[in-house]
């Protein structure tokens, strides 16, 4: 008598299913980047900011229409109409649109130009910059590294220890004293 020995053939298939995670770590990264390290004037060391990213309809509805169209259109307004061309006095210049501090009255000077220019910024990390090549000219366009607001333009004719002239507009700027 033979016992008959039947082999059963199972395929099996193996199915990676790796879409998932990647998708979380996907996610994870996106709101690692949304925190930047950044200056602060008060603390007097970097901190951990969460990037601020608002629609047009949100930024109409805390800026005037003169800082809504520099900040958020990349405007610009008239030489010597702004309201810190001339000011001198001790303290912080902060983004209009997020409170970030962005540049400090010892680096404050005279242009000549009609706007408020300064040799550096408070930090590096808390502005950013894009190439502009509207009117004719590549720029280096100016915005604030937390909210993307436009600030101005950065030349090469500023005095020393930079000989950088960040050019900037008065409306783009809160000035807090110190
Ligand atoms: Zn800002």
């Known amino acids: 008598m033979y016992r008959r020995t039947f082999l059963k053939r199972v395929s099996t298939g193996v199915v990676l299913s790796c879409c998932g995670s990647f998708v979380a770590v996907g996610n994870l990264f996106a709101k690692?980047?949304?925190?930047?390290?950044?200056?602060?004037?008060?603390?007097?060391?970097?901190?951990?900011?969460s990037k601020v990213n608002k629609s047009k309809e949100e930024w109409q509805k805390i800026l005037t229409s003169e800082q809504f169209h520099v900040t958020r259109e990349h405007g610009t307004e008239r030489a010597f109409t702004g309201e810190h061309d001339?000011?001198?006095?001790?303290?912080?210049?902060?983004?209009?649109?997020?409170?970030?501090?962005?540049?400090?009255?010892?680096?404050?000077?005279?242009?000549?130009?009609?706007?408020?220019?300064?040799y550096q910024p408070i930090a590096?990390?808390?502005?950013?910059l894009t190439k502009d090549r509207s009117w004719l000219m590549v720029r280096n366009e100016?915005?604030?590294?937390?909210?993307?607001?436009?600030?101005?333009?950065v030349f090469e004719d500023g005095p020393q220890p930079t000989g950088l002239r960040y050019?900037?507009?008065?409306?783009?700027?809160d000035f807090v004293k110190a």
Not at 142 to 153: A, M, N, P, Q, Y
Request: charged share 15%.
């Open 142 to 153: 100016i915005h604030c590294s937390r909210c993307k607001g436009h600030l101005g333009h």
């Open 124 to 128: 590096i990390e808390n502005i950013g």
């Open 86 to 118: 001339k000011r001198y006095e001790a303290g912080v210049y902060q983004c209009i649109c997020c409170g970030q501090d962005l540049f400090s009255s010892d680096h404050k000077y005279d242009s000549g130009t009609g706007w408020p220019s300064y």
């Open 167 to 173: 050019c900037i507009n008065s409306v783009s700027l």
């Open 32 to 49: 690692v980047s949304d925190q930047i390290k950044v200056w602060s004037a008060v603390k007097g060391a970097y901190i951990m900011a």
